[in-house]
Antibody, heavy 121, light 108 residues
Framework: QVQLQQSGPGLVRPSQTLSLTCAIS??????????WNWIRQSPSRGLEWLGR?????????DYAGSVKSRMTIIPDTSMNQFSLQLNSVTPEDTAVYYC???????????WGQGTTVIVSS | EIVMTQSPATLSVSPGERATLSCRAS??????LAWYQQKPGQAPSLLIY???TRATGIPARFSGSGSGTEFTLTISSLQSEDFAVYYC??????????FGQGTKLEIK
């Protein structure tokens, strides 16, 4: 059974960097049949896919247009986890952030527990 | 970007009755549609993928249908644990796969 365990701070100051980590058990971050994703949920934007990382002989990354210039996803094979870094946050980045696995050709089948992140001074 | 529209926003149904939730895509997405259930304080949980295939462990009272732009999630006999918010999501020509705004299923 795949499990995703999220960690990271719940409060970030405006203009700072939001950093979250998703630890994987029951699968590998370098599996060649899945991608590892970040999704957020807020009352104003609903559920919003943010980005993914996946391994197909080398690492690939994709980001949503709304965060592309500010977001980085970093896989860590030694710890079997992946991390989200979102720079220059504003109060509009306040949301519940989820990590999730997506099987190729299917959809998000396993999710982390969610982390509520508030951007406030 | 494909827009997913769910209706109704809120559905009031009595336990034991049938619930029918709708999802419409702004353009054809073939059968690349999923349904999720979300309870308060929890992450969304996958119910249906491929428009009609139940995910592992999902009871048979949940069924999905449709293709192209019109999709339906039916819960045949509502149990107390089924009252939640339901989201549809497309994964056609992904990323990005957009989500609908959700249907809240409440007890009548």
């Amino acid at each position: 059974q795949v499990q995703l365990q999220q960690s990271g701070p719940g409060l970030v100051r405006p203009s700072q960097t939001l950093s979250l980590t998703c630890a994987i058990s029951g699968d590998s971050v370098s599996s060649n049949s899945v991608s590892w994703n970040w999704i957020r949920q807020s009352p104003s934007r609903g559920l919003e896919w943010l980005g993914r990382t996946y391994y197909r002989s080398k690492w690939y990354h994709d980001y949503a247009g709304s965060v592309k210039s500010r977001m980085t996803i970093i896989p860590d094979t030694s710890m079997n986890q992946f991390s989200l870094q979102l720079n220059s946050v504003t109060p509009e980045d306040t949301a519940v952030y989820y990590c999730a696995r997506k099987v190729a050709g299917r959809t998000f089948d396993f999710w982390g527990q969610g982390t509520t992140v508030i951007v406030s001074s | 970007e494909i827009v997913m529209t769910q209706s109704p926003a809120t559905l009031s149904v009595s336990p034991g009755e049938r619930a029918t939730l709708s999802c419409r895509a702004s353009q054809s997405i073939s059968s690349n549609l999923a349904w999720y259930q979300q309870k308060p304080g929890q992450a969304p949980s996958l119910l249906i993928y491929g428009a009609s295939t139940r995910a592992t462990g999902i009871p048979a009272r949940f069924s999905g249908s449709g293709s192209g732009t019109e999709f339906t999630l039916t819960i045949s006999s509502l149990q107390s644990e089924d009252f939640a918010v339901y989201y549809c999501q497309h994964y056609d020509n992904w990323p990005p796969g957009t989500f609908g705004q959700g249907t809240k299923l409440e007890i009548k």
